[in-house]
């Protein structure tokens, strides 16, 4: 059972413009969610977060979106940078006893290549 | 900065072997968190500790077992190896309460053969 679901395995993009990854998720008690990059054989490493309480977080290049009432997320990329090329990782978590955050029910991943 | 820090980066173990694998949670992080990440797949939650305690646990096999140290390092144990236990296994530590933002070591990878 994915409880996080990343549906596009890949996405590939012009440099300089948008990237848009998303994730939908089925399980109401999560609360909080966040976005990791990951190369190969590395450790994920953390982009940006967002609370249940908000619908909005920015960060640099880089924002998320949730729309709790739908149950998607979505992280934009601007400008998107050969840099940017790597695996991202949609992750969720129910900290239901306060120490549970990092707890986290990760998506399938999405592969992005940011075209020169 | 000083980030997670996990050893070994390699390991091949035998059939029926056991493995032990160390992390170093980054100053004054005393929640840790390891996860283990098969071949296609995504990361999946083994097991957390805070304050020494365990805190959470998730899909770890009976025949695994961890525990966090007093300087709040955290040890994974692994006995019986299997072949289905090859994987790249992460360890994650925050700082209290604040799970927000967690972070990852660059992961050991453990072979078995």
């Known amino acids: 059972d994915q409880q996080v679901k990343q549906n596009s395995p890949s996405l590939s993009v012009q440099e300089g413009r948008i990237s848009i990854l998303n994730c939908d998720y089925t399980?109401?008690?999560?609360?909080?969610f966040l976005w990791y990059k990951k190369y190969p054989a590395e450790g994920p490493t953390f982009l940006i977060s967002?609370?249940?309480?908000?619908d909005k977080n920015e960060d640099g290049r880089f924002t998320v979106f949730l729309n709790k009432s739908a149950k998607h997320l979505s992280l934009h990329i601007v400008p998107s940078q050969p840099g940017d090329s790597a695996v991202y990782f949609c992750?969720?978590?129910?900290?239901?006893?306060?120490?549970?955050?990092?707890?986290?029910?990760f998506g399938q991943g999405t592969i992005l290549t940011v075209h020169p | 900065a000083a980030g997670v820090i996990q050893s070994p980066r390699h390991l091949i173990k035998e059939k029926r072997e056991t493995a032990t694998l160390k992390c170093y949670p980054i100053?004054?992080?005393?929640?840790v968190y390891w996860y283990q990440q098969g071949p296609g797949q995504d990361p999946q939650f083994l097991i957390s500790?805070?304050?020494?305690?365990?805190?959470d646990k998730g899909s770890i096999p009976d025949r695994f077992s961890a525990q966090q140290f007093s300087d709040y390092h955290s040890e994974l144990n692994m006995s019986s190896l299997e072949l289905g236990d090859s994987a790249l296994y992460f360890c994650?530590?925050?700082?209290?309460?604040?799970?927000?933002?967690?972070?990852f070591g660059e992961g050991s990878w453990l072979t078995v053969v």
């Open positions: 994650a530590s925050s700082l209290p309460h604040q799970g927000n933002t967690i972070y």
């Open positions: 399980n109401s008690m999560f609360d909080y």
């Open positions: 967002i609370s249940s309480i908000k």
């Open positions: 992750a969720a978590s129910d900290n239901a006893g306060g120490t549970s955050y990092g707890k986290l029910t």
């Open positions: 100053p004054r992080h005393d929640t």
């Open positions: 500790f805070y304050e020494k305690m365990q805190s």
